[in-house]
């Protein structure tokens, strides 16, 4: 299974290097962008979420639920002749002994399982077979609210859309510049993602650890949080014209380093929780503050 999953990162990479941004390109299809789930409705996270709904919008797939065989069979449901599963990441760890005079050592590893899309399943209960339903004047609304909540200092000028670290704020053009509003928040989360990992938030930087590579690096992480973010709320990931240019150099970059994309995908995972983490702290103390009013009524 190992190596399934090497073969979709070098797909991937095969890809950038041709100049398609697979994470990106399959919502051409005019699919709904949403997390992928797992079979007891709990939503997958970082390099899973990304790489199952990288799968399952190229495939047109309508469900969002993703399981395994054995899962399958305790629900009396049965994977179809011929399904093709998708790579699922496992992370572990492993304690083994040092060297003498040494301290026990924590060994990091990945493990891959397969998974099978709910449309690829017959006998499953009906919830399985789409994305339970949403109010879409409230999905709005809520993608403003989740973006509105981060405290970042957003201007609008210009025609460049860009995070400034040195003065510590986003810079987009009007919304009106823009083809669709869905184009501005995607952008507005790109930067975002720019904006967690300055130093006095998450603290992101890879110059030591990939050297002249580190900057297309960075920008691969905001891809990320884009896409995360964009599953999260529901805003179909949009490239931006002037991250055209990095495609080649991340195509190379994952060949060189094909789990790249997945320590990549661990830095958007942390960076979209943090940045999600506003709104949720945000939606508590309104509850709380209705509560308190209630019981002061």
Not at 31 to 40: G, I, V, Y
Not at 133 to 140: E, G, L, Q
Not at 215 to 240: C, K, T, W
Not at 245 to 254: I, S, V
């Amino acid at each position: 299974m190992a190596d399934k999953l090497q073969e979709v990162l070098s797909s991937i990479a095969e890809r950038l290097k041709a100049g398609v941004a697979p994470w990106r390109q399959p919502w051409a299809n005019g699919a709904d962008p949403c997390r992928p789930l797992r079979a007891d409705g709990q939503p997958f996270s970082g390099s899973n979420a990304m790489l199952l709904s990288m799968y399952g919008a190229s495939r047109g797939c309508a469900s969002p639920y993703w399981l395994t065989f054995k899962q399958c069979l305790a629900l009396d449901a049965h994977v179809r002749k011929g399904a093709k599963g998708a790579p699922a990441i496992l992370f572990r760890t492993r304690v083994v002994d040092g060297d003498e005079g040494e301290d026990e050592r924590v060994l990091k590893f990945l493990q891959s399982y397969v998974v099978f899309n709910a449309d690829d399943v017959d006998g499953l209960p009906d919830a399985f077979r789409v994305a339970p339903p949403i109010d879409p004047v409230i999905r709005a609304q809520a993608r403003d609210e989740v973006l509105a909540a981060i405290p970042a200092e957003l201007r609008h000028a210009g025609s460049a859309a860009f995070y400034n670290r040195a003065g510590d704020y986003i810079q987009l053009p009007q919304v009106e510049a823009f083809e669709t509003v869905d184009d501005y928040r995607s952008t507005w989360a790109h930067e975002l993602g720019h904006w967690s990992g300055a130093e006095a938030r998450l603290n992101r930087s890879f110059g030591a650890r990939f050297g002249d590579q580190a900057y297309a690096f960075e920008e691969l992480v905001a891809e990320g949080i884009s896409l995360l973010l964009g599953l999260e709320i529901g805003v179909r990931p949009q490239m931006l014209d002037s991250h055209a240019a990095y495609l080649a150099t991340w195509g190379r970059l994952l060949e060189d380093r094909p789990n790249a994309l997945v320590e990549a995908f661990g830095h958007a995972q942390r960076a979209t929780d943090y940045l999600l983490s506003f709104s949720r702290a945000k939606t508590t103390a309104d509850q709380d503050a209705g509560i308190a009013e209630r019981l002061a009524a």
